[in-house]
């Protein structure tokens, strides 16, 4: 069946559940309503047995469950049972009519009943006890359910609850004067009584092997009570004798029993041969609730079986309420209390319960309104006395703030991803005593490789074996803790629990915590045994998921802070390269490391001093370096302002390239205008330097051209460089040109157009070319709109 159709399936089911508890109510109000205000005998039949309808009745012996045997001294025939009642109840009000019953252990005795009108004082009396339990049975199942749904156990407890509170809520109709639709459901419902034991045997204390292979043997067993309901209908009709009473009712006992022996022998085995201390405790725990079942069941089976009853049938509907809170007890708490705790818990609240129900009866001896005033002190009382002993029985959970503030400073302290993953190592031990800890995080969470740390350095764990665990594969696709515990009683993780075991072994962990980082998972905490043997619950889980988020807000510092210095060292080193805004417009791409190298068309400039050798022989080194400084810093401001891309200074010469490594479709102009602007400033650094008797000027080539663009070197010591022959002709270029000079290809001067002036210089044979190369020479003047020195040419 598709998903999507099973759960369709199962919540009609649902619906059907809810449906057939609330048809009993229904069917129990409108009995009611109607027999209201009318004549009543003060008891009704369900087959041959009596059950009390008023208060009179009930003191007068009218036991439940107890056997009509004569009425007036004219035996019971259950052919005749409507006719005969039918006439008593319609004889005159107050006629007196003696019912001769055989109550417990075979004790007869007969029973003068008046006939009066039935009130709701009588219906209070006689129905609200067994339908408030059968309501607080079906809203434990309903409650279980809703907390988890669809798990099997759920499944079993709804059915329990619904089917259970359904036949205290149609315990009292009276069978011989119901409607068809009465007598149907009363019998299906104890059809389905006798039947759901065993549904509850294979779901409790954990999933039996046979429910989780073959799912479809519910509708077996439910087949089963339906076919008893039908028994039970044809014991009727035939007067409940010989075979068809043990058909009718026997059959029912029978299974009923069978189902609860089923479950007590389940529970007794697996509280002494579980393999998990959890399936033990939970067994316990089944064993007290089925063993609180056997009254009702064993009072029901001798009497549909032996015909003796045992004793009043009510009294055995109660003790089904500590069976059925057991049931929903360990059907919402996967994670158990601790039963040192719980057992102390216990014994305090029954000493305490004790003393205060002998306080409330002595109170009501003296006054009966004394009570009322008692209420108000203790309802602030019990709040801070549970408080307090919660204080007494969890000692250490009241440190638990200070240790996650002192682990919380440790963890902001930390330097290192290390440092981290070692003190959140830690937290378990520090936090709940736990012999062991490992943190550890998976592959990609903070960069390629995995780390896993412990607390004992003879522990060994691959970590990045660690990530394909079964149990690692879990906490990932849950994103919640996994615990032993879980797995233990879980049926839907029965096929990996072995290999969960074994990675929990090799973890020396009970449970393991995930880090998470925007809903992802990245890494983990597992905490080992405590040293007291207990086991973690809701504080301590807790607890520790606050100190895993504060290593993975630690993580996540660290990652900033070297991810900061990381581009703090790669922005200086593109400094050498490209300018501010070009830098800028790299890392907000993700850095040099996002910078292919690539193939791409670029506008390269050479510039080279002319006289600068002979310059250099004439005066000293500190003049010359001072020079030199003068004119790189005028030259760098113009690279800068036209957004060209610094490849080296080399002595008096300089390489720029534009269009990489961000692109720019005006290049050949922001070259061209960068080239005319450096010649201005040359002009204004000559004048000084013709003072000093300097004869130095600057001869620039440019061309534009496909080349491979991008770093080059080694790690520590590399350049953003252009390579190909576009860099080759600008440089032959730059060499050819004379002071005050700037030389450009054909290609260039077709890329600007008109609106820069041009002069040609005809064909030149450069070194390294074979073909001549039509050259031109760029010209400053009006055409070009020449920029001055305080900044570029105006568009």
Same mark, same amino acid.
């Given at each position: 069946m598709p998903p999507r159709a099973r759960r369709v399936a199962e919540l009609a089911l649902v619906g059907l559940l809810v449906a057939f508890y609330a048809c009993a109510v229904a069917l129990n109000l409108t009995d009611k309503m109607e027999r209201v205000g009318r004549p009543d005998l003060g008891w009704v039949t369900d087959g041959p047995y009596a059950l009390p309808t008023r208060y009179d009745a009930a003191a007068a012996g009218v036991i439940w469950g107890s056997r009509v045997l004569r009425i007036n001294g004219a035996n019971l025939r259950l052919s005749d049972v409507a006719d005969d009642l039918a006439g008593f109840v319609s004889q005159t009000l107050g006629t007196v009519n003696t019912v001769t019953l055989e109550g417990p252990r075979g004790r007869v005795r007969d029973v003068p009943l008046t006939v009066r009108p039935l009130t709701w004082g009588d219906v209070l009396y006689t129905d609200s006890p067994t339908l408030g339990?059968?309501?607080?049975?079906?809203?434990i199942g309903v409650t279980g359910f809703l907390l988890r749904p669809f798990a099997a156990s759920s499944w079993a407890l709804l059915a329990f609850a619904t089917f259970y509170g359904a036949v205290l809520a149609t315990a009292l109709l009276p069978f011989p004067h119901t409607t068809a639709l009465r007598a149907i459901y009363a019998r299906l419902a104890v059809g389905m009584v006798s039947v759901v034991p065993v549904h509850v045997a294979l779901a409790f204390p954990v999933g039996h092997g046979a429910l989780l292979r073959r799912p479809g043997i519910l509708w077996w067993l439910y087949a089963a009570g339906l076919g008893i309901a039908v028994l039970q209908g044809l014991a009727w009709w035939n007067e409940w004798h010989g075979l068809w009473r043990f058909a009718g009712g026997g059959l029912d006992g029978t299974m009923l029993l069978a189902g609860v022996l089923l479950l007590l022998s389940r529970s007794l085995l697996l509280s002494v041969r579980g393999r998990d201390p959890l399936v033990m405790q939970r067994a316990r725990i089944v064993l007290l609730g089925a063993a609180s079942a056997l009254p009702f069941v064993l009072v029901n089976f001798v009497r549909n079986v032996f015909g003796v009853l045992l004793f009043d049938q009510r009294v055995a509907y109660w003790p089904l309420g500590v069976c059925v809170f057991a049931l929903g007890y360990i059907t919402v708490r996967h994670d158990l209390l601790n039963a040192r705790i719980a057992v102390r818990r216990a014994v305090i609240y029954a000493g305490v319960v004790t003393v205060l129900s002998a306080l409330a009866l002595l109170v009501i001896a003296l006054s009966s309104f004394a009570v009322a005033v008692l209420l108000f002190p203790l309802l602030y009382v019990w709040p801070e006395f549970a408080r307090r002993l919660d204080a007494w029985l969890y000692p250490e959970r009241a440190h638990l703030p200070e240790l996650i503030r002192t682990l919380g400073e440790d963890l902001a302290a930390a330097g290192s991803v290390e440092a981290v993953l070692d003190a959140l190592a830690t937290a378990p031990r520090r936090l709940c005593g736990a012999l062991d800890g490992v943190a550890f995080l998976l592959p990609g969470a903070?960069?390629? $490789?995995? +780390? !896993?740390?412990?607390?004992?350095?003879?522990?060994?764990?691959?970590?990045?074996?660690?990530?394909?665990?079964?149990?690692?594969?879990?906490?990932?696709?849950?994103?919640?803790a996994v615990s032993r515990d879980r797995l233990a009683i879980d049926p839907l993780y029965a096929n990996i629990k072995a290999d969960c075991?074994?990675?929990?072994?090799?973890?020396?962990?009970?449970?393991?915590?995930?880090?998470?980082? $925007?809903? +992802? !998972?990245i890494g983990g905490v597992a905490p080992g045994r405590r040293t007291t043997g207990d086991v973690y619950e809701t504080p301590e889980l807790g607890a520790l998921s606050t100190v895993a988020q504060q290593a993975v807000q630690a993580i996540t510092r660290i990652e900033a802070t070297e991810e900061l210095r990381r581009r703090e060292l790669e922005f200086a080193d593109l400094k050498r390269f490209f300018p501010p805004a070009i830098i800028d417009q790299v890392m907000a791409r993700g850095g040099a490391a996002e910078l292919p190298r690539q193939r791409k068309m670029v506008t390269v400039l050479f510039a080279d001093l002319r006289g600068f050798t002979s310059f250099a022989e004439r005066v000293e080194p500190e003049e010359v370096m001072a020079t030199l400084a003068e004119y790189h810093a005028a030259m760098g401001r113009r690279i800068a302002e036209f957004a060209g891309t610094l490849e080296r200074f080399a002595g008096d010469g300089f390489m720029v390239f534009f269009n990489d490594p961000v692109e720019q479709p005006d290049h050949v102009e922001l070259a061209s205008r960068m080239a005319l602007a450096m010649l201005a400033d040359t002009r204004h650094l000559r004048a000084g330097w013709a003072r000093n008797g300097y004869e130095i000027d600057v001869g620039m080539g440019l061309h534009t051209g496909y080349a491979t663009c991008g770093f080059i070197g080694y790690e520590g010591r590399r350049d953003y460089a252009v390579i190909g022959n576009v860099t080759n002709l600008a440089a032959r270029l730059s060499a050819a040109a004379a002071g005050g000079e700037v030389l450009i290809?054909?290609?260039?001067?077709?890329?600007?157009?008109?609106?820069?002036?041009?002069?040609?210089?005809?064909?030149?044979?450069?070194?390294?070319?074979?073909?001549?190369?039509?050259?031109?020479?760029?010209?400053?003047?009006?055409?070009?709109?020449?920029?001055?020195?305080?900044g570029p040419p105006a568009r």
């Open positions: 339990l059968g309501a607080v049975f079906f809203a903070t960069g390629a $490789d995995a +780390r !896993v740390r412990t607390t004992d350095p003879a522990q060994t764990l691959d970590p990045q074996r660690l990530s394909d665990e079964a149990l690692i594969r879990l906490m990932l696709t849950t994103r919640t075991d074994a990675a929990f072994d090799a973890l020396r962990a009970d449970v393991v915590l995930p880090m998470l980082r $925007d809903n +992802r !998972v290809t054909a290609r260039v001067r077709s890329a600007l157009g008109e609106q820069y002036a041009t002069a040609a210089v005809g064909e030149m044979t450069l070194k390294g070319f074979q073909q001549p190369q039509q050259v031109y020479r760029l010209v400053p003047g009006p055409a070009a709109n020449e920029p001055d020195r305080d």
